[in-house]
């Protein structure tokens, strides 16, 4: 399946904000660079890969944002979202693609605890 332009030389994505979490590697890099391909600025989200952010950010130019944040912690989940409206004004698309399996010791009630709870926020419940 292909994607389509809507007319010869024109950019699905031309002058629109996207922010793509976990965007450093994998799946979240090759839809940062879709995007960047469609005209878009991006904002990509990265968190422990910071050569790969730096390599991405090199392919984006100055259509391209990183950045880092936590998304287990809600302070790093909001202070990406105001960074990514500083840059560019605005955020018209997010891809929620950041994702991670965190482990939970099962020796350790509270750790167990706490690891579910940040497997929650990175896969589900935060961008």
């Known amino acids: 399946m292909s994607i389509e332009t809507t007319s010869p030389g024109s950019l699905l994505l031309a002058g ?3 922010l793509v979490t976990g965007a450093s590697r994998g799946i979240g890099r090759a839809t940062a ?14 968190a422990n890969s910071e ?6 950010q090199r392919r984006l130019g100055d259509r391209g944002c990183l950045v880092r944040a936590d998304l ?16 560019h004004g605005r955020v018209d698309v997010l891809v929620n693609n950041a994702g991670a399996w965190l482990g939970s010791p099962l020796e ?9 709870a940040d497997n929650l ?3 589900l419940t935060r961008p």
């Open 16 to 18: 629109k904000t996207v």
């Open 33 to 46: 660079l879709a995007a960047h391909r469609e005209g878009a600025y991006v904002v990509a989200h990265w």
């Open 51 to 56: 050569q790969a952010a730096l390599d991405l």
């Open 72 to 87: 287990r912690d809600e302070t790093g989940t909001e202070t990406m979202w105001q960074e990514a409206l500083a840059w």
């Open 108 to 116: 350790d009630p509270a750790q167990w605890r706490q690891g579910w």
């Open 121 to 123: 926020a990175v896969n």
